[in-house]
């Protein structure tokens, strides 16, 4: 398996600017989560999604931000517009139902950097 | 509500044991978990505690006393390549999701 693959790994892009961050899970996995990692406020929750639906999103900072999972194999996260506080390793994870036990797969992360 | 205790750095030399303490305060308590971030790098899973006792894996072993509320985890014979941060993180039960806190930041010295 290729584990949870996110791309792209890096990203810089201009304040204002659209930013699109995308996620495929194991697949099998019917839990996806989005989380931000800075030096500030360590790693955050955004939102997380079973089988393709959002269940948590109490996580994401304001309207700015939406995550979509339009079918098992593929997930998004939007930022519209960004903002330099945005900057952040972006990190996509995924487990099975019983992933408690096991533990979640995360993905290589995306850093962002919003000038 | 939850609340979380590690230290905040841990300093040890290669081939030594070191034991990171965690203390939580969780509602709906079900089990803990460890994971592992090298700089850079994603969190991996290390291991899950459900019940009391300790469970070993290789040179890490975990420990769980759900009745004190605390856990460790217990790393053996030392290697530079443990440097890293490593989180507790208690789970509650009826939530897949994980919660972490700030993480324990480990630093081996030759």
């Known amino acids: 398996d290729a584990g949870v693959i996110q791309s792209p790994r890096h990203e810089v892009t201009e304040m204002g600017q659209e930013v699109t961050l995308r996620c495929k899970p194991i697949s099998g996995h019917d839990y996806l989560f989005w989380y931000r990692q800075t030096m500030m406020r360590g790693l955050e929750l955004l939102i997380y999604?079973?089988?393709?639906?959002?269940?948590?999103d109490s996580g994401m900072p304001e309207d700015r931000f939406s995550a979509k999972m339009p079918n098992a194999s593929f997930s998004t996260l939007k930022i519209q517009p960004s903002e330099p506080r945005d900057s952040a390793v972006y990190f996509c994870?995924?487990?099975?139902?019983?992933?408690?036990?096991?533990?979640?797969?995360f993905g290589s992360g995306t850093r962002l950097t919003v000038v | 509500g939850q609340s979380l205790e590690q230290p905040s750095e841990v300093t040890a030399v290669e081939g030594a044991i070191v034991q990171i303490n965690c203390t939580y305060q969780?509602?709906?308590?079900?089990?803990l978990s460890w994971y592992q971030q090298h700089d850079g790098g994603a969190p991996t899973f290390l291991s899950y505690n459900a019940l009391d006792g300790l469970e070993e894996t290789g040179r890490f072993s975990s420990f769980l006393s759900r009745s004190d509320s605390y856990g460790y985890l217990l790393l053996q014979e030392l290697q530079m390549k443990d440097s890293a941060s490593y989180f507790c993180v208690p789970l509650s039960g009826g939530y897949n999701k994980l919660i972490f806190g700030a993480g324990t930041r480990l630093a081996v010295h030759p």
């Open positions: 969780t509602s709906g308590f079900y089990g």
């Open positions: 999604f079973n089988n393709n639906v959002p269940i948590d």
């Open positions: 994870a995924s487990s099975p139902s019983a992933g408690r036990i096991y533990g979640y797969t």
